[in-house]
C-alpha cells in the first residue's frame, strides 16, 4: 500500500538533546513537508522540499533541520536550539511542489520534551 | 496576509442531520481550496479539494463548494453518521509572488451522536 510512514509515533527527549524524527513515502511524489500542530493553532509549516537534495524553510524553521538526499526520505532533527519543541509533528508529501498540489498526510509524531 | 477562519469550533449533531461546516478565508486570489479530516492523535486525511476554477466537489456523502468572490468554502455532509466525528480542516493554497503558501484553519471538531 502505498502512503507516508512517520517513525516513531512516541517520542520523549531531554532538554538540551537532539532528535530525529523520519518520514518516508513510497508514493512517488517529489514535494514533502513538515508541519508543527500545536493544540488550539492552525498547521504551522516548518521546512519543504520541492525536489531532491534542495530544500526551503518554512514560517518557523529556527531550531529544526532537515536533509533529503533520497526521494523518498525527509528526515526531520530538532535540534536543542528549538525553544518549546513539545508539539505534534506531521509529514506530507504531493505529487507537485508549491503548495498547489493534493496533500497526502503521515499519521504523526508526538514529542514531547522532558 | 491570508486567514483561513473556521467557526464554531466545535458541533454536536444527532446522527442523521444534514450539515454544514464553514471555512471562510480573506484573500479571494487563491489556487485551490483543500478539505481534511483528522482523528485524535493521528494524522490528516484529504477528503476533497475544490481548483479555484471549480465551483464544487463531491466524494460520496460530502460536497464540497467554493466561492472565491465571498472568500467562503463550506463542506455539506449528508445522513450524519458516529463514525463522521472528527476534527475537519480547510486549507488555502495561493500565490504569493514568485513563491506560492498553504494556509491552514484551525479546524471543526464535530461530534455525531448516536
Known amino acids: 500500500d502505498g502512503g507516508i510512514t512517520q517513525s516513531p509515533k512516541y517520542l520523549f527527549r531531554k532538554e538540551g538533546q537532539n532528535v530525529t524524527l523520519s518520514c518516508e513515502q513510497n508514493?512517488?511524489?517529489?514535494?514533502m513537508y513538515w508541519y508543527r500542530q500545536d493544540p488550539g493553532q492552525g498547521l504551522r509549516l516548518i521546512y519543504y522540499?520541492?525536489?531532491?537534495?534542495?530544500?526551503q524553510k518554512g514560517d518557523i524553521a529556527e531550531g529544526y533541520s532537515v536533509s533529503r538526499e533520497k526521494k523518498e526520505s525527509f528526515p526531520l532533527t530538532v535540534t536543542s536550539a528549538q525553544k518549546n519543541p513539545t508539539a505534534f509533528y506531521l509529514c506530507?508529501?504531493?505529487?507537485?511542489?508549491?503548495?498547489?498540489?493534493?496533500?497526502?498526510f503521515g499519521e504523526g509524531s508526538r514529542l514531547t520534551v522532558l | 496576509k491570508q486567514e483561513v477562519t473556521q467557526i464554531p469550533a466545535a458541533l454536536s449533531v444527532p446522527e442523521g442531520e444534514n450539515l454544514v461546516l464553514n471555512c471562510s478565508f480573506t484573500?479571494?486570489?487563491?489556487?485551490?481550496l483543500q478539505w481534511f479530516r483528522q482523528d485524535p492523535g493521528k494524522g490528516l486525511t484529504s477528503l476533497l479539494l475544490?481548483?479555484?476554477?471549480?465551483r464544487e466537489q463531491t466524494s460520496g456523502r460530502l460536497n464540497a463548494s467554493l466561492d472565491k468572490s465571498s472568500g467562503r468554502s463550506t463542506l455539506y455532509i449528508a445522513a450524519s453518521q458516529p463514525g463522521d466525528s472528527a476534527t475537519y480542516l480547510c486549507?488555502?493554497?495561493?500565490?504569493?509572488?514568485?513563491?506560492?503558501?498553504?494556509?491552514f484553519g484551525k479546524g471543526i471538531t464535530l461530534s455525531v451522536r448516536p
Open positions: 506530507a508529501s504531493s505529487w507537485t511542489g508549491g503548495h498547489t498540489g493534493e496533500l497526502f
Open positions: 508514493l512517488n511524489h517529489d514535494a
Open positions: 522540499s520541492q525536489i531532491v537534495n534542495d530544500f
Open positions: 484573500d479571494s486570489a487563491i489556487y485551490n
Open positions: 475544490i481548483q479555484s476554477s471549480q
Open positions: 486549507a488555502v493554497s495561493e500565490y504569493t509572488g514568485a513563491n506560492s503558501k498553504l494556509t
